[in-house]
């Protein structure tokens, strides 16, 4: 069953029927201002920060899911109806709902009349603009009532659903021609205003709630709409709302189009003011000035098309595969730079009121997008670097709004400074920018406490071996990667949080093999740019920490099948055959083998093939196995979820690329494909039914096999699969490689491929790369010719402004 279809020329996944098996969304705004959208209209806005300014309410985990939006309503004398079905549910005679990339275009039609909303953030403005057009498609004049909708939110989106007590109280807007203001606390301590206007007369409005919606009425009912004729309400309190009402006439074949723009605003303390209680609408009137024609709207989005042009023109591929090419050249990049924007912030799963941007997340999220906006890349690592401690720890998240770290969360868990290793190397072997190398970053975001970032990573290095238990591998604090392996929690209270509980780390035992393994990928990492700065002595003694940690994993975590996942609190084996339940967990295969531990000695393959016997599924690769069946006190939260979900043996997405970069290490394509195949969201098309999440972006997690119902897919969006798939086809499958001195090519694929080709921006150069593949192997020695000549090894030579024809032969 599918509802809808990839249109890879516009660079849609085109919607067609309503009922999606879940609310499938799309995200506006690349900047400042942000919007979720989902196929029928549903979602909200926000400047900069979900929580504390959010424009419009939106209650999540609703009945129906997902209601609450922005919405038009259209009263013709017939039938009320909404063009993207939603809230009305009148069946129409056609729906289409366009998700494209930072814009959604929905489209009804119903009694000869269509409307279509396209909905976008232009660059660089604070406004969500929809475009309207409205069509006649009769041969007879038609005449109806249009209504639009949308609920203010009192700024603070979680306070705004507790503190009812105040805020059925506080609401205030003004109301002038056709724009309702909303100024709930512009009075006092707020320096903000949003508005919602149309560009053109309207023939009333309504901003109050219960005067629009009635009291014992629905969305789906307005009674207003139903009655066909606006209150012209004014909000005191209560719940304001911003809604216009306009009669019109359509002659038959006419078209009109109508401007609505949803705009937030910030003045200066001096100039609050027009007169005594009126605001000063100076700059919302130039941000309605500025798009209140259809032909200065359709710039903006013509602009907004060319930006993503050229993002996307960066990477992509000529490939005979077009669920691979459409993954790659479109939507594995559009959702990178989603979860850029985001972090993990705002999503119909993350509410929006409570993480910021994570410190492992966000250097994760790194590798997904620094090749499109390099310079935001060097920003948010010098961000994030800001909020690590003297010591090397690092507070867990920050917050994007005051760019400090998060004291509710604190710091300890023990992987987050050497993902700082893999965001700054990352960025350098993109750009080839070493200044950054040299920035003055502060500790905990006091100046006075600043060195270099290359101290950072050094610190960074240093607090893993700083931090060692009693076989000489890293201690794992909180947590590592893995949030909900708690080995040092013990929590009995069911009010507390396994991530902020007190912790037990006094005199504990707790190893990660996890950590282990990143230690040695990263310390590799670390060396080698050592080497490249000429610092010599500080490669030497790196290279015997990492050679000793991996001596340590040989010696003390192999299991005989695989790697161990970790030591408990008392020195206990984690993810040991000894175990009965989660005898193997997918981290440390993923890390152990990617850092290469013991490939002499066959331990990569080994463990990689018992991957494949017991947590490979059809739906992806499960985190652990067998699935916990009770609370182990000792382990935390993992043994929380029932059995096939999240981190208790669901197929935790945002891993299985770690196996398909650690396949392609020991050359098995054909096995890092079908990996690979399984969970990107193209190929599950035919299964959206039961998938249900959004078949363009890769979601958290998949119900794993122990599941009642597995397949299932939940938390799209937001999560760190989307840059490490990309980072996994791209650099490693078809392997294509930002190295410190030039593109490296060294493909590992399925051994039925031919040809293909990758087109590379690089460094102000453009490269052609074909790789071919004439003995249909999976892996071998590439031979290179660069604009006709043969050049030794695998590395290409970039310099600037060049153009380059690379034919790479794989033998
Ligand atoms: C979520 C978190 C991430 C964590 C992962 C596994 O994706 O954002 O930080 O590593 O879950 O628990
Ligand atoms: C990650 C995990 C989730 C856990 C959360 C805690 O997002 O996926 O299961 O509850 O971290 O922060």
Request: charged share 25%; glycine share 8%; net charge negative.
């Amino acid at each position: 069953m599918k509802y809808g279809f990839f249109d890879d020329e516009a660079k849609e996944y085109v919607i067609q029927d309503p009922k999606t098996p879940f609310p499938w969304i799309n995200y506006l705004g690349n900047d400042d201002f942000f919007s979720l959208i989902s196929n029928t209209a549903g979602g909200y806005s926000f400047y900069k920060d979900a929580k504390f300014r959010r424009l419009n309410r939106y209650r999540y985990n609703n009945v129906p899911m997902d209601n609450g939006g922005r919405y038009f309503y259209i009263n013709d004398g017939e039938s009320i109806w909404s063009p993207g079905w939603k809230p009305v549910k009148t069946a129409l005679e056609e729906y289409e709902c366009r998700h494209g990339l930072s814009y959604t275009k929905i489209k009804g039609k119903k009694n000869n009349l269509s409307a279509e909303v396209t909905f976008f953030v232009p660059l660089g403005s604070w406004v969500e603009i929809q475009k309207m057009v409205l069509k006649n498609n009769g041969d007879q004049a038609k005449s109806f009532k249009l209504f639009s909708y949308n609920e203010w939110c009192l700024w603070n989106a979680e306070d705004d659903q507790n503190n009812l007590q105040r805020n059925l109280s506080t609401g205030e807007i003004e109301i002038k021609d056709s724009t309702i203001y909303h100024k709930t606390e512009y009075k006092e301590r707020r320096n903000h205003f949003a508005f919602y206007h149309v560009n053109d007369s309207i023939d009333g409005y309504d901003t109050d709630r219960e005067s629009f919606v009635g009291l014992y009425n629905e969305l789906s009912s307005p009674e207003v709409v139903v009655s066909g004729e606006a209150s012209n309400s004014e909000a005191h309190g209560w719940s304001p709302i911003a809604s216009h009402y306009k009669e019109i006439t359509l002659q038959p074949g006419e078209q009109k189009e109508l401007i609505f723009l949803l705009g937030y605003v910030e003045n200066e303390e001096d100039k609050k003011w027009e007169s005594k209680g009126v605001i000063n609408k100076e700059k919302s009137d130039q941000l309605i000035e500025k798009f209140n024609t259809v032909e200065k709207v359709d710039q903006a989005f013509k602009e907004l098309a060319a930006y993503w042009d050229n993002l996307l023109s960066v990477i992509s591929i000529d490939h005979d595969d077009d669920k691979l090419s459409r993954m790659v050249n479109i939507w594995n990049q559009y959702q990178c730079m989603v979860t850029f924007n985001m972090s993990r912030s705002a999503s119909f799963f993350e509410v929006g009121i409570g993480r910021g941007m994570g410190f492992r997340d966000s250097n994760q999220d790194l590798i997904g997008f620094v090749h499109q906006v390099p310079e935001k890349a060097r920003q948010r690592i010098i961000d994030i670097a800001s909020t690590q401690f003297p010591d090397g720890s690092c507070y867990h998240q920050y917050q994007p709004l005051t760019k400090r770290g998060n004291d509710a969360i604190g710091g300890g868990f023990n992987d987050d400074p050497m993902w700082l290793i893999l965001g700054t190397i990352s960025y350098i072997k993109e750009s080839g920018d070493f200044t950054i190398l040299d920035e003055m970053v502060p500790f905990d975001n006091d100046p006075s406490l600043a060195q270099t970032l290359f101290d950072h990573l050094r610190i960074s290095f240093d607090h893993v071996i700083n931090n060692l238990g009693p076989n000489g591998l890293p201690l794992i604090g909180r947590a590592d990667w893995n949030d909900c392996l708690n080995l040092n929690c013990f929590s009995n209270d069911p009010n507390e949080s396994f991530q902020t509980t007190e912790n037990n780390t006094e005199g504990s035992k707790a190893e990660s093999l996890m950590i282990a393994g990143l230690f040695v990928v990263y310390g590799n990492d670390y060396v080698e740019l050592c080497e490249v700065l000429g610092k010599e002595e500080e490669v030497e003694r790196a290279k015997g920490h990492v050679a000793k940690m991996k001596e340590a994993v040989k010696q003390k975590g192999w299991d005989g099948e695989w790697f161990l996942r970790a030591y408990d609190f008392y020195g206990n084996k984690v993810g040991s055959d000894e175990n009965e339940e989660g005898k193997i967990f997918i981290e440390s295969q993923g890390w152990c083998s990617m850092a290469e531990i013991g490939l002499e000695e066959g331990l990569v393959k080994k463990s990689l093939d018992s991957v494949k016997e017991r947590l490979d599924t059809p739906y992806g690769i499960v985190l652990n196995n067998p699935a916990f069946t009770e609370y182990k006190i000792e382990y935390g939260e993992i043994s929380t979820y029932p059995k096939g979900y999240k981190e208790n043996a669901g197929i935790f997405c945002h891993n299985n690329p770690w196996i398909m970069i650690a396949e392609t290490k020991i050359g098995r394509g054909n096995q890092a494909w079908d990996y690979y195949k399984k969970i990107s969201p193209a190929y599950l098309e035919d299964i959206q039914k039961l998938h249900k999440v959004e078949p363009y972006v890769y979601c958290q997690m998949i119900a794993g096999k122990d599941a009642y119902i597995p397949g299932e897919g939940k938390n799209s969006w937001l999560s760190g699969t989307a840059a490490w798939n990309f980072y996994a086809v791209v650099h490693y499958i078809l392997g294509i490689q930002p190295d410190y001195y030039g593109l490296r090519v060294d493909p590992c694929i399925p051994s039925d491929w031919k040809e293909y080709t990758v087109n590379r921006k690089f460094r102000g150069s453009d490269y052609e790369i074909t790789i071919k593949n004439p003995n249909q192997i999976e892996k071998g020695h590439v031979t290179l010719s660069v604009n006709g000549e043969e050049i030794v090894g695998n590395l290409i030579p970039f310099k600037q402004g060049r153009k380059y024809k690379v034919i790479a032969t794989i033998s």
